[in-house]
């Protein structure tokens, strides 16, 4: 069973950072193109940064210099670090493969 779980989502200030992590299972990750997607209150949800399993990565245009993606295969674990969050970044994100998403994690960036 593919299983995906994010966490370290929190409240940070504008301007703050956050690093978020994605535990993966089930399936070969070290082969997984994986990606962050979020889902803003009341909105669809939003690419944000994909990684092949080669680690060539990709951004939404909103998030790009800001955010980095980064996956560790040894480990299964697939990472987000965020840095100068803007209010507009408040969000649930997930970890997802092409067919499975994972349980979200609460991002809120407000003062």
């Known amino acids: 069973e593919v299983q995906l779980q994010a966490s370290g989502g929190g409240w940070v200030q504008p301007g703050g950072s956050l690093k978020l992590s994605c535990a993966a299972s089930g399936f070969a990750f070290n082969r997984t193109y994986m990606r962050w997607v979020r889902q803003p209150p009341g909105q669809e949800t939003e690419f944000v940064a994909s990684m092949s399993s080669v680690g060539n990565a990709y951004y939404q245009d909103a998030v790009k210099g800001r955010f980095t993606i980064s996956r560790d295969n040894a480990k299964n674990m697939l990472y987000l670090q965020m840095n100068s969050l803007k209010s507009e970044d408040t969000a649930v994100y997930y970890c997802?493969?092409?067919?499975?998403r994972g349980r979200g994690t609460l991002v809120t960036v407000s003062s």
């Open positions: 997802a493969t092409d067919s499975v």
